[in-house]
């Protein structure tokens, strides 16, 4: 492990050499901004395409293969992999903003107590009535995620796809949790991380994503499954949907 490495940047990759390049190409620019000591891990999870070549053709990017398809087991295989303190968990179709990575570390060293930080996502491929409506969503879970973290203190709020970890947090908590798969896997290490330090969610940490998931099942549908498995990852603690939609065709 290298001990000089302040953050790792952890991208979980199956089938996504449509949109890999752009998200790398994002991370590493913010690095070099930065000048911060980092690292790229992409995990190729199990993916039938060029995936895995294309990560390997950039030279800052470490490649690490993982055979058992799924969020979690890919997250879980960059993380061991990870060298950071600082654990940056960007998806393979999210494009983190210019300053991105200076707001991260000033939040962190502004902010001892600090174990998790997340943003929200901006949706670049959808209309704008649809991002109207995301925007929405997200002022309405910010409502719910001051309620639990400052008044029920029963959990906090994680955007999956673009939020950092602490390790040595993560590390006390045990890691990621088998249960989830995909949803709610975030909800559920925000809930956890919550019970030993500070777990915050800001707007002032956006990326831009991929609605993909969004056109393919429509808003309402997709809306209600964050609702309902932010509802039982917090409170029941196990997911409220074992399975997804593969939007990789």
Known sequence: ???????????????????????????VSEIKRSGCAAEVIVVNNAST????????????????????????????????????????NVDADTIVTEGWLNRVLDEFRRHPDLVALSGPYIYYDVSKSTRFAVRAFYVMGYGFYVLNRFVLRAGSMLQG???????????????????????????????????????????????????????????????????????????????FTDDWIDVRH
């Open 1 to 27: 492990m290298n001990e000089h490495v302040t953050i790792s940047f952890v991208v979980p990759a199956y089938n996504e050499e449509k949109h890999l390049a752009r998200t790398l190409t994002a991370i």
């Open 161 to 239: 796809g673009n939020f950092v970890v602490s390790r040595a947090a993560l590390e006390q908590i045990g890691g990621y949790n088998p249960l989830f798969t995909f949803y709610g896997e975030d909800t559920d290490l925000a809930r956890r991380l919550n019970a030993i330090g500070a777990v915050k969610f800001t707007f002032r940490l956006p990326a831009l994503s991929s609605g993909r998931r969004l056109l393919e099942a429509g808003l309402l549908r997709i809306g209600l499954r964050y609702s309902m498995n932010f509802v039982w990852a917090t409170f029941v603690h196990r997911p």
């Open 49 to 88: 395409d060029g995936t895995g070549e294309l990560a390997a053709s950039f030279p800052e990017v470490i490649v690490v293969d993982e055979p058992v398809k799924g969020l979690v087991q890919a997250r879980k295989a960059g993380f061991l992999r990870a060298s950071g303190k600082l654990i940056a």
